[in-house]
């Protein structure tokens, strides 16, 4: 998962850019940069680092110019080097260009083969850089063009921001799988994956962009062009609501608080069970456990302290010491736990070590009860469209019933969401978003764009 | 305030001493140390950091042996110099010798003044280099008789680790304003200033060191040495509960967690309102919240969400942003807020700036009416004994009236938990602890140890 | 101006590569940088700083395998960024490929214009990178049937070392302009800027590679093959002797120590004056300063001692100090220079500027007398072949004569060796060359490629 | 070894003194540090590193005033820790207090153990921190009688600076072992170690500061007090001249560069041999092999070469390599060395390691005979005045003939200068120096001061 943000005709564009990677942090800690434009000419600035340690006011100020687009990248294992860093920045014909990429592309490696035989050159091992080479190969045009014709032969998972010296692009594929809005700030125009990076820098929400439709800002202002035919039902991904994004965005036009609290509720009324105290695994399953508890209407409690102090380069003891990893992250309280029945929430479980762990770790602190229940259907299929999620064989779901994985937990009972009852809590009453029907492959191995599938005509 | 940790007797001492020094980081963040010991020498290392920040793996591989102590330091303004991190460490007629403190010595400029006139010469600002000092004044003996002759010379805070080339020791001072607590691990001795600390490393909570008590280890045992006489009334420091230690601590034989709880639920008694919703100040705040709200039988619900990535270089732009600074860690959720009568509870105001800014914040997040809650009394007095808390001049409630303050806030109102009912949430009931006359002097001024008090003969 | 080194066959290559490039890092000390292969993989490093900087053992421990490169590079103005330094590594079609380039192509923006509006995309504003686009874009074939392609597009000086999984390949253009010797140690192969790099890893000299010669070398082991016709006169750099080679290298056949004490020996000859001392500017002019002495028959001294301590980031006072930048270099020995009539030998003058320094130094040393001697005609031409010469505005030479080169110096006298004597120097008797027509294009203007020459067919 | 520098009364004082310390560099690389006052404050940085590692511009801007001390230190075995590094700076009271030390104290061991066991507490293992004990422990007075009363109680080399919040003092030990020197620029008053360091920042040379005297500087002006009888005889260390002092530096009176060329002639004179050139080891060797070619009327070549490019961080590759280290920093020049009989020279032999891999290097290049030629007595008594010579043991000449070390180095020949030859070189003719007794005791075992001689009375 990655996050991005963009601004057009800010004096401080690049700075701008910064502080909404700051609240976009929890989309990717694992790489941070940015490429500002002045005067025809682009700069650049990247790092495998956070945001917070990336960024030093000597790197900012050699980010000049009103425009930047930003990017942060989610810690994945293996090619986690800076040359897959972003945003990717080259030289192609027309000049200088930049690109910012959420999700990813399926089916990338034959693209990539077929440049290549034809005598591209890769720096990277990103998909990203694929779109850079069709956009260089295409007929002589405008941007908006050449990035047409580069679109026309990918598919899969793409929210994106171009810059080049003298304009900026944002777009999204025809499913709109990843999120990304519009908002404005005093004249200039911002981009950004969630509407969290606008509040910061007090920008307004504007609207998202449309799946399929590409925003482009130059110094003649705003306008849409569409990027091929959109695709006959948009499927934006329902896991953001679950646990990508923060609980202060909204995301595809709903809110995700609200979201939260209502697969908790569901859950409960799906999965009711006789507890004396609902606890979350914080910070993932706070706003579901607080619906869960307020349906059961049972106490809520934070029974689990996390250390908000943990780096990832912890240097471990050779004393076996049980259950380390989780107890340097989360800690009991054991006036919450001990003689209780505790109901634990999550937001889901996908190899299940860490929930096995903390079922422990609550039977160690007392708990006569645990049942652990989780705010979204089995985790069962894996993600080709930008979430970092591990191969089927790893996902525990995928070859266990719940009954197996109950066992594994060591919990007295596991319950899971329902699909139909997730459906529902994203487009519930009030709060809810127009009847887009999601993509939940992750559940139900529904794909909407197959890996063997023919790219777009 | 600070943190400290020390092992005697474990093969992987430094090591386990950095683990606890992790769990105690809200206790210090601005420098961090170890001194370990291997066959008659002393090993340090020292660092201008976070725990996370300061130590690599090099660093506690050049920290041999079975014995170490660590400390963490707050930040707090000026003197924030390498020569004043701890462990202290210098040699002296008896060898090498190592301290970590948590306090704050009453009256040490003059203690400084006077050793200074007979010869001695400071390395730090610090006041626990007198104790060393005087130590090392002391006539010839064993280090536990240094130490008391010394103490003796010496009035205020302190809990203390003392490292040399074969002996441990912990020590309070006669009032117990700080903790210490004493664990065991696989037959190694375990201090720390919080139980937290035992929990990650596997040790069990054995007992507290008591006031005025020198707790000895050495190569023949662990032993209880009396410091002098003990105070005639204990007086444990009551902020620890509302706003220090870890919620999953226990301290003075309290538990944290539960103490917050009460606190929450006796300012609902106290100062009941009618809201739709009772949010917290993360993450100080979160307890007493979910007691206040439970008191009240009104929902509860995070309507601030914390950032949990901000560092302390964060690089502001020129630009003009609104309530920039809490903008940065924390953020409404509109939906909870929207349109609704909302009640935030805080642990403590101090200057009331925060404060301030988050009722802003909440009232354009929407907020009908904004009751802001403090599961404390007014913080009237500085503390001398250890918790940087300002001068009384930044003390906003030494100068203010409830009323003026809560006008100041912008807030609909504004209550606080009385000193009576704070007393009563820490001596609670089951939860509670055995009836010591709590230092309160932050809220009353009634100080234990007088500044113009002359040092016990 | 840069360095190359590599071997293939050796157990600790990426070691061996880096003691090379610490030999040769005369030739360039902005950047370092090594790949290496092992088992299929190329792995890569690279620095914005010297060799002995810019490697630890842990970066030298990731550079695994039996085979590497590595590649210096001089400072230059602007374009100082790490997508610059070397080697140059990416993936084509037929897998990852690494180029270290010593020399500059001529040329080589309307090639890369040319690849551009086929669809190239370019990472880095080195000429080195068309050499890969030439080669990626060239029919299906091996290695070196893809480079002379490539090759056979390009002008101007290279020479080269290639790494791919399974080969190396070295080569030098058809005019020779850049050393590239072969040498072998322990079975491996090793090819080095210089002679000098061999020394140090024990390895013996084997010969040059020729111009327009590629030596590859895999498994199978070494073999050579042309890489088109070879230039009808090759012109080996005749400025590697004057400035650039180190003293204890052979070059192109011939000793750089004898061929400098030679231009010594011949200016004095061509240029006899009377003075009581030689003395050198260190370190460049000190071989030919002890040439002129001994031909004049007066006493050597070192009257200028140079100080090795001398970052690149030394910090300026604001007080004006005459002569700063100098003064920090070198120092004249008063008692070699007072009272005395001087003769000073350098190298070379490019922008006078620091020998107008030297000459004001010298006289507030007490010198009476200041003669200054250049082992090498006046640089008059750029070089557009590798070395890093200043435009010719910016060549005192260029624009002014030796008797007005004489008054801004302050010199009582100055004077060049001839072109004539400097070619009579290199090819000199028992020490001499192969009656190579070298490349004397910076001092006569006689460029043996043109700018407009179109490449070679 | 170690250089100080200091200046009172200029706009840029400390700034001055990181370019004094920049030219002191050759007499310590380990650590380096300043001390600045400035409003009754002083302020410190010290780093272990060299000079132009050690301070950025964000490090010189942090030492503010017009009053500044310097010191950088030799690299020795063992104690190489910060707490070690100079300025040594501390409260004491009387206020803060820095010195820096060149020299060593003798019997300090036995002092220090005096000092702990009345109290005093130490944070270094300098011995340089026992002369601030005793001014601390002094009767109370100025800060000139302090340091009388303590160096009364101290014996051994001192040149010291010491820095208060109003005056600097500058003093040398009754036999003034080590240098210090006085010099002016623009109404401020420097001290340095050597004239080289007055060189550079444009300050004039006015005397040297005398033993037994100290040299103060406050707001009124420049004076001068004795700090007890002089020494019966000074005693100046006659190494300074032979390796330490800089060739451009005056010492003692007397001139480094031509005090070098006395000691070749006169070694040529007292050990002429046969041989066709002349080679330095460089840099040491250089200006005695000049001499000693001259008075042997033999060419004086480069044969080796050295590399200015060595970090002590250098990584060793694991395959052996005949003579690696030597390799690293040295290169023999084949051509001059080839088939000919070549005299080598070098200031002094120590342990004989490097010299006889030197020998080897010469004899691979070709030597048809190698002779040694030492331009000193052979160096058999460890130095206690400041130089960080071995201990007898790992004096190779301390347990070895000559005829056993030429053996031992496979050198043809080996002679070096007599301790007669030295003395008269020292003093020679018109370059020389009044005619003080130096120390010689490395090359004649008469210690001045000897270990077991109570202190001055």
New interface residues.
């Given amino acids: 998962m990655c996050g991005i943000v963009g601004l057009f005709g800010h ?2 564009a690049a ?2 850019t ?2 909404g990677l ?2 976009l ?1 929890h989309r990717g ?1 694992e790489s941070a940069g940015i490429v500002s434009g002045h005067e025809g000419q682009l700069y650049g600035y990247r790092q495998m680092a ?4 990336a ?3 000597d790197a ?1 100020a050699k980010l000049p110019g009103d425009r930047a687009i930003g990017h942060v990248r989610y810690s994945t294992t293996g090619q986690s080097l800076l040359k897959n860093a972003q945003p990717f920045w ?4 027309d000049g200088g260009i930049a690109i910012a990429h959420n999700g990813n592309l399926v089916g990338s490696k034959e693209t990539r083969r077929r440049l ?8 990277s ?1 990103m998909d990203t850089e694929c779109i ?2 069709l956009m ?2 295409a007929p002589p045009g405008a941007l908006e063009d050449r990035l047409r014709v580069a679109l026309e032969q990918v598919r899969g998972a793409y929210s994106l921001l171009l810059l080049t010296e003298d304009k900026m692009i944002a777009t999204r594929d025809p499913h709109g799988f990843r999120p990304l809005v519009i908002g404005e700030v005093g004249g200039a125009t911002v981009f950004a994956s969630e509407t ?1 990076a606008l ?4 920008a307004k929400f504007v609207r998202e962009v449309e799946p399929g439709e590409a925003v482009i800002v130059d110094k003649d202002g705003v306008r849409s062009v569409r990027m091929g035919a959109p695709a006959p039902t948009p499927s934006p991904c329902a896991f953001e609501f679950v646990y990508f994004a ?3 965005s909204r995301v595809f036009g709903g ?1 995700v ?2 979201t939260r609290k209502a697969l908790g509720r569901i859950l409960a009324e799906e999965q009711p069970t006789d507890v004396d105290v609902v606890i979350p695994v914080p ?1 993932s399953g ?2 579901a456990a ?1 619906g869960y508890a ?1 349906a059961l209407d049972r ?4 029974g689990l ?1 996390r ?5 990832r ?3 471990e ?3 076996a ?2 259950n380390f990893g989780v ?2 992250k989360l ?6 736990i001990e003689g209780r029945r505790v109901a634990v929430v999550d937001d889901s479980i996908v190899r299940g070590t860490t929930s096995r762990k903390i079922v422990s770790m609550l039977r160690n602190a007392g708990a006569s009860e645990v049942h652990f229940r989780v705010s979204s259907p089995p985790t069962r299929w894996p993600c080709y469209y930008g979430i970092d999620t591990p191969t089927r064989g790893e996902l525990i779901a995928s070859s266990h019933s719940v009954e197996e994985i109950r066992d594994h937990l060591g919990a007295d009972s596991l319950a899971y969401t329902t699909l139909e009852g997730l459906l529902r809590a994203i487009g519930d009453g009030d ?1 809810g978003i127009s009847g887009a029907p999601f993509c939940h492959a992750c559940w139900s191995g529904e794909y909407r764009v197959r890996m063997d599938e023919s790219p777009a005509p």
């Fill in positions: 004096p401080e700075h701008m910064y502080l700051h609240t942090q800690q956070k945001v917070v340690d960024f030093s006011a900012l080259v030289e192609y014909v290549e035989a034809s005598g591209s050159i890769f720096q091992s850079v080479h260089a190969a969290c509040h910061l820098i007090g923060r609980p202060d809110n608080y609200g910070d706070v706003t607080l307020e106490p809520f409690e934070m302290i250390s908000h102090y943990v780096g380069t912890f240097i003891p050779q004393s010491i049980r107890k340097l800690t009991p309280v054991r006036e919450v709060r």
